[in-house]
């Protein structure tokens, strides 16, 4: 009786231990990232009141006759499933499609999260709720590339983040229409072509569009001598900005079928000028080497002439730029941080690593939703992983909600009550059972 009396008081305890576990899930249920507990059981050592016998001649084998001793916690395992997402449209929420874990540190050292609820702080420090800083790898500022190395917190209004660096003219496209009874076209037809000089100081240069004297399908292209001026239109001195030598004028040739530029050269540099314009009247900045001036896109049809030339190639690159400051920011689906300026330039500012373990179940609750490593979780190697490394990504604008499901634990909770409730009745039969033994005496 004694035995069933602490059994039930075994059954006692450890029913409301599974109690309390399912009592916190439901109380996170709507917390950001919170990962629910689960409670199994084990039964404790039996008692052996006799061993089993093999079989003989005469008699049959016996089995061993044993009395258990109560039941025990076995484990509280932390279920690491992914929860459902919350769109929240902040564009600094984040969540994780996949494995992984946000890598926040502070004083303490590395913490590990799910919940991407982050924020800047006063000082550009993206951090989460508790201000602990959120971690990731740096930019190479002579490449621009991501340096894949010790993480370190992500400053995203660092003083070299709020600014982008001027940039120099490299390509020019004109494009558009001339038509070919244009009478502009006798004396040449002059456009402005837009360039900017390595400090960022914007200019324009006369290009000159004429009449070819010999063929009605051919035109000649020319950057006119000391052409240089500001953006006020004012010509800049006596300097003199020519091309190299051979290029003065391009006779460029139109198919007669089709009203488009004919190429003979597999490069197409026969649809190409070139300027070479050297040091600039700013006394400090320079052109380092002559502008590409394509206009391949050139059309001869029946229609008005409406060419212009604009910076860049057909790809929009090398199209040069003032400095520029920075305007918003947003976080790519593989962590990287790409800010935009007011010089319609972008580049990367960093990019959020994430940490993933051989054993995330092995991992500690630390309170704050945030998780640190054991002896049965695996390390740290203080680098992390890029999210897209296995097919994971970031969704940005969303959170992850708790994955505790309302329905499971509402039945445990029936079902630790139920077993609670039974343990209470073996000790109350048990000790029913002892008062009768007693009265025996009477």
């Not at 002579?142 to 940039?167: F, Q, R």
């Not at 400090?284 to 590409?292: D, L």
């Not at 695996?378 to 994971?392: H, K, L, P, R």
Request: some cysteine.
């Amino acid at each position: 009786m004694l035995r069933s009396m602490y059994s039930g008081v075994s059954g006692l305890r450890i029913h409301q231990t599974r109690m309390d576990v399912i009592g916190n899930n439901i109380a996170n249920v709507n917390t950001t990232g919170f990962k629910s507990g689960r409670v199994t059981f084990n039964e404790i050592f039996s008692q052996t009141l006799q061993g089993a016998s093999g079989a003989s001649e005469n008699i049959g084998g016996r089995n061993p006759m044993q009395v258990g001793l109560g039941a025990n916690i076995s484990s509280i395992d932390t279920l690491m499933t992914e929860g459902a997402a919350q769109r929240t449209d902040n564009p600094l929420d984040m969540k994780i499609e996949g494995e992984g874990f946000f890598i926040v540190s502070d004083a303490g050292g590395f913490k590990f999260t799910r919940a991407g609820a982050f924020r800047l702080d006063e000082v550009g420090n993206l951090c989460n709720p508790e201000g602990l800083n959120v971690m990731g790898w740096g930019v190479d500022p002579n490449t621009g590339n991501i340096i894949k190395d010790k993480v370190n917190k992500i400053k995203i209004l660092s003083a070299e983040n709020m600014y982008s660096e001027p940039s120099m003219t490299k390509n020019i496209t004109v494009s558009g229409n001339i038509k070919k009874n244009d009478p502009e076209l006798a004396d040449g037809l002059t456009i402005q072509l837009p360039i900017y000089d390595s400090l960022g100081y914007k200019y324009n240069v006369d290009f000159m569009v004429k009449k070819n004297a010999k063929s009605e399908n051919q035109l000649d292209l020319t950057i006119m001598d000391n052409s240089l001026k500001d953006i006020n239109g004012v010509k800049i001195g006596s300097t003199s900005n020519k091309l190299p030598d051979g290029d003065i004028p391009k006779t460029i040739t139109f198919d007669t079928n089709t009203g488009k530029v004919v190429s003979a050269a597999a490069d197409g540099s026969d649809t190409q000028l070139k300027i070479a314009l050297g040091s600039t009247p700013t006394g400090f900045s320079e052109f380092s080497q002559p502008i590409i001036v394509d206009f391949a896109g050139l059309t001869l049809f029946n229609e008005d002439t409406t060419i212009e030339g604009f910076g860049g190639d057909e790809d929009g690159l090398g199209a040069g730029a003032p400095a520029g400051e920075l305007t918003d920011y947003e976080i790519g689906t593989d962590g990287k941080i790409l800010g935009k300026y007011s010089n319609d330039k972008t580049k990367i500012l960093g990019q959020i690593s994430i940490a993933k373990f051989k054993n995330p179940a092995g991992l500690q609750k630390v309170g704050n939703n945030l998780f640190q490593v054991t002896n049965n979780s695996g390390e740290f190697n203080g680098i992390g992983t890029d999210v897209t490394a296995d097919g994971g990504s970031l969704n940005g604008g969303v959170l992850e909600m708790s994955n505790v499901d309302l329905s499971r634990e509402f039945t445990d909770m029936i079902t630790t009550q139920r077993g609670f409730q039974a343990n209470s009745r073996i000790i109350t039969a048990s000790d029913e059972m002892l008062q009768e033994l007693v009265n025996l005496k009477r």
